[in-house]
C-alpha cells in the first residue's frame, strides 16, 4: 500500500538523518545538549495528522468492504456448496444435480453480463479456510455455521491454492485446483458429471470384477458411487473419479500407479490422511484400480 | 564515586560490596523472596526456553527450506510449531518481560522490595512448574521418538480441532493445563507490580514522576487481569467439554467455534500488547540516556501506554476477518485497528523528538533501540496494511502474518530486550558485558533478522499459507524459504554470541560501579549488584530524573515539571 | 563537597504527608477485577447460548427463583461489614458475632445450591452433558459456589483465629481485604441470578 510506504519512508528517513546528525563526535564537549521536555504544538500535530490519515484509510477501507460482502447477487450467478472434510473438498452443485470432490470447475464470467460463483461453505469436522490467491481473499469453513462467498473469474484457467486453517496433521496437502472454463466447456463438464456412472464393463474383465470387489468391500462405507450400493458419505465421491487430474486432494496425479498405491497405503502418500490402508491383495488391488479408472 | 552525597554515601559504608551475585548457594535461590533474585531467575529460566524454541524453529526452516522435503514427518512439525509459539509467548517473553520487571519496578520507586515478596516466589515457580509441565507432554504418549504428546493443535488451539472427538491424545490437555499455570504466575505477578507501583513508592515519587518503564509496567499488569483472565475462562470451559462432557464449543450439539476464536482473541490481542509495552519501556528509559536528553513529551508517552492498553481491549476480532462476522462487525474492528496505530505513532515521533538535537552514543543497548525504532516502524506498519480487512482476506494466515508478527516479536521486542541486557547487565550484576561481543552479537543476529523476516513477507504475498509441514515445488515458494532458512542460521550465530557474552562477562567483564552509563533514575543510585534491601536510606525524589537533579543541582528538572 | 543534613530530604512540615493506599486492598482489588474477567467471559457464554439448546429441558421449565439463599448471601454482606467495624472499634463479641453470621449465612446459601441441583439431576436429569443450558448453568453457578467454598474457608480460619484471641484491633485492615473478597463474591451472585434466574422468566 502506497500510504505505508509514503509513511515509511518519511519516518525512516527523519530517523536516519537524526542519527547521522546528532550523533556524538569526538569533539564534543562534555556538556550535556538542551533538555527539551516537550511541545504541545508539535504533539498536537503529530497526533492531528494520524488521525487524518486514519480517517481516510477507514473511509476507502469499508466502501471495499462494502463491494465485496454485500454484493448484490446478480441473476445468471452459479450455487456451489463446498463441505470441508479432514483432508479434502467436496463440492456440491445443488441446482444441477453434480456432486464431485477436490477439483471445483467454474465458468468463466463476462464482464458485461457477471455469472459469478457463489460458494456456500460448510464443515463437516474442524474448520478450514478456502484460498485461491488470484481469484479472492479467503473465507473459513467453521462447523455448524454457513459461510458465503463469490468468486469472478475472467480468464479461463487452472487456479491453485489450499486449506487456509490448520486442521490436523494433513493441512499441507488439502489442495485446492479451481477450474475456470468458458461457458461452453463448463457446459460439457457438467453433462459429463450428470452422466450416470459407468456400469457396463462387457469389454473389460478386470474392471468388472473391480467393480464386484468393490460393492463388497469396506470402501462403500465412506465412499458414494451414485445409482451403486456405495453410499458413504465421510469420502469423497468416486462416480466420476477418473475425470479428476488428481487424487488425495491434489498431491499426486491421478494415474493407474499412483491409484494403485493410495489404495495400498494411502499413508506413505499422505501420512495421517484419515482413509486406512486396505489390506487388499495385490490381485484385489489390480482389479479395483482398473474399475475406478474407468469412472469418467 | 558518590559525590558526597549523602543517600549514596549510606549505602557505601553499610554494605559489603560483592562484586556479582553468587551462583554456588543453590538453597538461597530456591527459597529466596528478593525481587531481584526472582527477577534474575525468571530470565535465566526465560533464556533456556528461547533457544529451545529458537531449536525447534530452526528445525522447521530446515524441513521447509526446500519443497516436498522429508526431514520431520507431518506429526512431528505439527507438534514443532505449536510448541514453538507456546513456548514463546508463555515461557520466554512472558517470564522474561515480567523479569526484568519485577527487578526493576522497586528499584526503579526506591522501595524495598515487591509489595508481595512470598506471592512473588509462588508466583515464579508456579509458572515455572507450567514450562517443565508442558515439556513433560514429549514423554508422553508414544514417547520421544513419536514427539510423544506434545501439543499439535496450533499455540491458539482453535474448536473443534481440540475437542477429544478430534484431539483424543493428550496433547491438548498438556497445552491447557501448562498455560493455565503460568496465567496464574503472570496474574500473580501482575497484582505484585501494580500494587507496589501504587503502594511503595519512595517519598516525593508521585505518579506524574514515575519512570515511564514502570508506567509501562504498570499498564501491562493492568492488561493482565483483563485479558489473561479470558484464556483462563476459556480453558477451563475446554477441559470441561474434554472430560465432563460440556459442550461450550462442541459444535455437534450446537456449540461454537467461532466462541472459542472471540474467547481466545479476547486474551490473544492484548497479550501482545502485554508483550510489547514493556519493551517500550525499556526503550523509553535507554534512548534518553544515549541521547544525553530527557525523553520527549512524558505526559503524552504515559497518556499513549493507557491508550495503547484500553484500545488493544477492542481490536481482538482483526484476528477473525475471515469468520464470516459480516460487515458490520468486520468495520468496527478494522477502525478500532487503525486507531490504535495514533497512539503507537505518537510513541515512535516521540523518541525521534528525544533523539533531535541530542549527542546520541552508539554503545551496544543504543544500537539495539535503534534497530528497534526502524523495526518496529515496519512492523506497524505491515500492522496497517493487515488492519485493511479486504488486505486480510488475502494475507491472514499466511506467511505475510506470520513475517510481520516475529516483526514484533522479534524485531521489536526481542531487539529492545537485548538492549535491555546490555544496559542493565552490569546493575545486576556488577560487571559490563563486552562490547566487541556485544557488536558481533548486533550484527550477526540483525543481519540475519532481516534475512529471514524481510523475505518471508514474500511468500506469503504469493498465497504459501502458514502452519504447513511442506509445500509442492511449482508454486514460487522455494527461493523464498531457503533464503529464510539462511538468516535463521546467522540469528543462532548472534545468540551464541550473546550466551557467551552473558557468561563470560559473568566472570572476567569489567566491574560496572554503580552508575557505568550516567543515566539518571533511582537504580543507578545503588551498587552493582545491589544488596538485599535495595537503599538504605529510602530516598525522597523531587522530579523524573533524581541523579539528574543531583549531577546538574543548576538546571533541575523540577524546575520543568 | 559535603552536603548538609538539611539537604538530606525529609518530609518538610509544609508538605503533605506521604501517604499511600493500602497493600491488601490494592492487592485485593486487582484480584477482583482478574476474577470479574474470568466471570464476565462466562456470563457471556451463558447469555451467548440462551434458546441454543438443541434439546432437553430449558430454565423456564426447571428453575425455581433461589429465594431463600439469595437473601442469605447478600445479608452476610452486612454481618461481615458489621464486623470489620467491630474489629476496628475493638469490639470482639461484636465481630465473632458478625464472622459467625456470615460463616453460617454462606454455608446455607451452599447448601440450597447443593438441593437445587439434586433435584435438577433427580428429578429432571439435567447435567452438565445434557444441553447447552446444562453446560452454561452448571459452570457458571459451579464457578461461583466454588468462590464462595474459598470465602467461607477463609472465614473460617478467621474465626478460628478469633475465638483463639489472636486477631487484634490492628488486624482490621486484613479482615476488610477478606470482606473486600466477600463482597465481591456476593455482586458475582447478583449478576448470576439476574442473568440466570429472572432472565428466562
Known amino acids: 500500500m502506497s500510504v505505508t510506504l509514503a509513511i515509511f519512508l518519511i519516518v525512516a528517513g527523519l530517523l536516519t538523518y537524526v542519527l547521522i546528525r546528532y550523533r556524538q563526535r569526538r569533539q564534543d564537549s562534555e556538556r550535556e545538549p538542551a533538555q527539551i521536555y516537550g511541545s504541545n504544538q508539535i504533539e498536537l500535530s ?94 473459513d469453513l467453521i462447523p455448524n455455521r454457513l459461510n458465503t462467498m463469490w468468486v469472478d473469474p475472467e480468464a479461463p484457467g487452472l487456479y491453485l491454492g489450499q486449506c487456509a486453517q490448520y486442521c490436523g496433521t494433513q493441512h499441507a496437502k488439502m489442495l485446492l485446483r479451481v477450474y475456470a472454463q468458458s461457458p461452453a466447456d463448463f457446459a460439457e463438464w457438467i453433462k459429463q458429471q450428470q452422466r450416470p456412472v459407468a456400469q457396463d464393463f462387457s469389454g473389460n474383465a478386470a474392471a468388472a470384477e473391480g467393480q464386484t470387489v468393490f460393492m463388497h468391500s469396506a470402501c462403500i462405507n465412506c465412499h458414494s458411487i451414485a445409482g451403486t450400493v456405495a453410499t458413504g ?64 | 564515586m558518590t559525590n558526597g552525597h549523602p543517600v549514596l554515601e549510606a549505602i557505601d559504608h553499610t554494605l559489603e560490596v560483592k562484586n556479582r551475585p553468587p551462583l554456588n548457594r543453590a538453597s538461597e535461590w530456591v527459597s529466596t523472596v528478593d525481587h531481584k533474585k526472582i527477577g534474575l531467575m525468571y530470565i535465566a529460566y526465560a533464556l533456556v526456553f528461547l533457544i529451545i524454541a529458537g531449536l525447534q524453529a530452526v528445525l522447521m526452516r530446515i524441513q521447509l527450506a526446500v519443497p516436498n522435503n522429508h526431514f520431520v514427518s507431518p506429526q512431528v512439525f ?114 505484585n507490580i501494580v500494587t507496589t507501583t501504587i503502594c511503595m513508592r519512595c517519598k516525593g515519587m508521585k505518579m506524574s514522576r514515575l519512570p515511564l518503564f514502570v508506567w509501562l509496567m504498570l ?60 519493551a517500550f519501556g525499556f526503550v523509553n528509559e535507554i534512548i534518553p540516556v544515549f541521547s544525553r536528553k530527557a525523553i520527549f513529551g512524558y505526559p503524552a508517552m504515559v497518556a499513549a501506554s493507557v491508550g495503547i492498553g484500553f484500545i488493544s481491549l ?68 505491515t500492522g496497517i496494511m493487515l488492519s485493511a480487512a479486504p488486505f486480510n482476506w488475502q494475507l491472514s494466515a499466511s506467511y505475510f502474518v506470520v513475517a510481520h508478527f516475529h516483526y514484533v516479536l522479534v524485531g521489536a521486542i526481542l531487539t529492545s530486550l537485548f538492549g535491555a541486557f546490555y544496559y542493565w547487565y552490569p546493575k545486576a550484576i556488577g560487571r559490563m558485558m563486552s562490547e566487541t561481543l556485544g557488536r558481533w552479537h548486533f550484527w550477526l543476529f540483525i543481519i540475519g533478522f532481516h534475512l529471514t523476516f524481510d523475505f518471508m513477507h514474500v511468500p506469503g504475498l504469493l498465497g504459501m499459507p502458514r502452519r504447513i509441514y511442506t509445500y509442492e515445488a511449482g508454486r514460487g515458494w522455494e527461493w523464498w524459504n531457503l533464503i529464510v532458512g539462511i538468516g535463521a542460521a546467522f540469528q543462532v550465530a548472534g545468540i551464541l554470541c550473546f550466551v557467551w557474552n552473558l557468561l563470560r562477562s559473568y566472570y572476567h567483564g569489567e566491574p560496572a560501579g554503580n552508575d557505568p552509563w550516567d543515566a539518571w533514575t533511582l537504580e543507578w543510585a545503588t551498587p552493582s549488584p545491589p544488596p538485599a534491601y535495595n537503599f538504605a536510606v529510602e530516598p525522597t525524589v523531587f522530579s523524573r530524573r533524581p541523579l539528574w537533579d543531583l549531577k546538574h543541582p543548576e538546571d533541575q528538572d523540577e524546575n520543568y515539571e | ?85 467491630s474489629l476496628r472499634k475493638a469490639n470482639f463479641r461484636g465481630c465473632t458475632l458478625g464472622v459467625t453470621g456470615t460463616v453460617l449465612l454462606g454455608a446455607i446459601f451452599l447448601m440450597t445450591t447443593a438441593r437445587e441441583w439434586y433435584h435438577l439431576i433427580h428429578d429432571f436429569g439435567l447435567t452438565i452433558r445434557t444441553n447447552l443450558f446444562g453446560t452454561t448453568f452448571y459452570s457458571l453457578v459451579g464457578l461461583h459456589a466454588t468462590h464462595v467454598a474459598v470465602g467461607l474457608t477463609m472465614l473460617t480460619i478467621a474465626l478460628a483465629l478469633l475465638l483463639s484471641g489472636r486477631l487484634r484491633q490492628t488486624h482490621a485492615d486484613r479482615l476488610e481485604v477478606l470482606s473486600l473478597y466477600w463482597h465481591f463474591v456476593d455482586g458475582v451472585w447478583v449478576v448470576v441470578f439476574l442473568v440466570v434466574y429472572v432472565l428466562e422468566r
Not at chain 1, 103 to 132: M, Q, R
Not at chain 2, 181 to 188: E, N, P, R
Not at chain 2, 347 to 360: D, E, Q, V, Y
Not at chain 2, 363 to 369: G, I, K, L, T, W
Open chain 1, 46 to 139: 503529530w497526533t492531528v495528522i494520524p488521525i487524518l490519515i486514519v480517517v481516510m484509510l477507514f473511509l476507502s477501507t469499508t466502501r471495499v468492504i462494502l463491494e465485496t460482502e454485500a454484493a448484490p447477487k446478480p441473476e445468471g450467478a452459479l450455487d456451489v456448496t463446498v463441505i470441508g472434510h479432514q483432508f479434502w473438498w467436496e463440492y456440491r452443485y445443488p441446482k444441477l444435480g453434480v456432486v464431485t470432490a477436490n477439483e471445483l470447475h467454474i465458468p468463466v464470467s463476462d464482464p458485461a453480463k457477471p455469472t459469478p460463483t457463489y460458494l456456500g461453505l460448510a464443515s463437516a469436522d474442524v474448520s478450514h479456510s478456502f484460498w485461491v490467491p488470484r481469484l479472492a481473499g479467503k473465507t
Open chain 1, 233 to 296: 458419505r465421510f469420502g469423497p465421491d468416486l462416480t466420476h473419479l477418473a475425470s479428476r487430474d488428481t487424487i488425495g486432494a491434489g498431491p499426486i496425479q491421478n494415474t493407474p500407479q499412483n491409484l494403485r498405491q493410495w489404495i495400498a497405503d494411502p499413508n506413505s502418500i499422505k501420512p495421517g490422511v484419515l482413509m486406512p490402508s486396505m489390506h487388499l491383495d495385490d490381485h484385489d488391488l489390480d482389479v479395483i484400480t482398473a474399475y475406478l479408472t474407468k469412472l469418467h
Open chain 2, 78 to 191: 505439527n507438534r514443532l510449531f505449536t510448541m514453538h509459539g507456546t513456548t514463546m509467548v508463555f515461557f520466554v517473553g512472558m517470564p522474561i518481560l515480567f523479569g526484568f520487571g519485577n527487578y526493576l519496578v522497586p528499584l526503579m520507586i526506591g522501595a524495598r522490595d515487591m509489595a508481595f515478596p512470598r506471592l512473588n516466589a509462588f508466583s515464579f515457580w508456579i509458572s515455572a512448574f507450567g514450562g517443565v509441565l508442558l515439556y513433560f507432554s514429549y514423554l508422553g504418549g508414544e514417547g520421544l521418538y513419536g514427539a510423544g504428546s506434545a501439543p499439535d493443535v496450533g499455540w491458539f488451539a482453535y474448536a473443534p480441532l481440540t475437542a477429544k472427538a478430534f484431539s483424543p491424545g493428550h496433547s491438548t490437555d498438556y497445552w491447557t493445563l501448562a498455560i493455565l499455570l503460568s496465567g496464574i504466575g503472570t496474574t500473580g505477578t501482575a497484582l
Open chain 2, 219 to 278: 499498564v501491562t499488569s493492568g492488561l493482565v487481569f483483563v485479558a489473561v483472565s479470558p484464556l483462563t475462562a476459556a480453558q477451563i470451559m475446554l477441559t470441561l467439554d474434554r472430560y465432563l462432557g460440556a459442550h461450550f464449543f462442541d459444535t455437534q450439539a450446537g456449540g461454537s467455534a467461532v466462541l472459542w476464536m472471540h474467547f481466545f482473541w479476547i486474551f490473544g490481542h492484548p497479550e501482545v500488547y502485554i508483550l510489547v509495552l514493556p
Open chain 2, 314 to 381: 477492542s481490536v481482538w476480532a482483526h484476528h477473525m476477518f475471515t469468520v464470516g462476522l459480516g460487515p458490520a462487525g468486520n468495520t468496527f474492528f478494522v477502525f478500532a485497528t487503525m486507531v490504535i496505530s495514533v497512539p503507537t505513532g505518537i510513541k515512535i515521533f516521540n523518541w525521534l523528538a528525544t533523539l533531535w538535537g541530542g549527542k546520541i552514543i552508539f554503545r551496544v543497548p543504543m544500537m539495539f533501540c535503534v534497530a528497534f525504532l526502524f523495526q518496529f516502524l515496519i512492523a506497524g506498519l
Open chain 3, 1 to 85: 563537597m559535603m552536603q548538609t543534613a538539611s539537604t538530606i530530604p525529609v518530609a518538610a512540615p509544609d508538605r503533605p504527608p506521604w501517604v499511600l493506599p493500602h497493600r491488601g486492598i490494592v492487592g485485593m482489588t486487582c484480584l477482583i477485577i482478574a476474577e470479574s474477567a474470568i466471570f464476565i467471559i462466562f456470563v457471556i457464554a451463558y447469555i451467548y447460548y440462551i434458546g441454543k439448546s438443541l434439546s432437553g429441558p430449558t430454565p423456564a421449565q426447571v428453575l425455581e427463583l433461589p429465594i431463600l439463599g439469595t437473601v442469605c448471601l447478600l445479608s452476610s454482606s452486612f454481618t461481615i461489614h458489621f464486623a470489620v467495624s
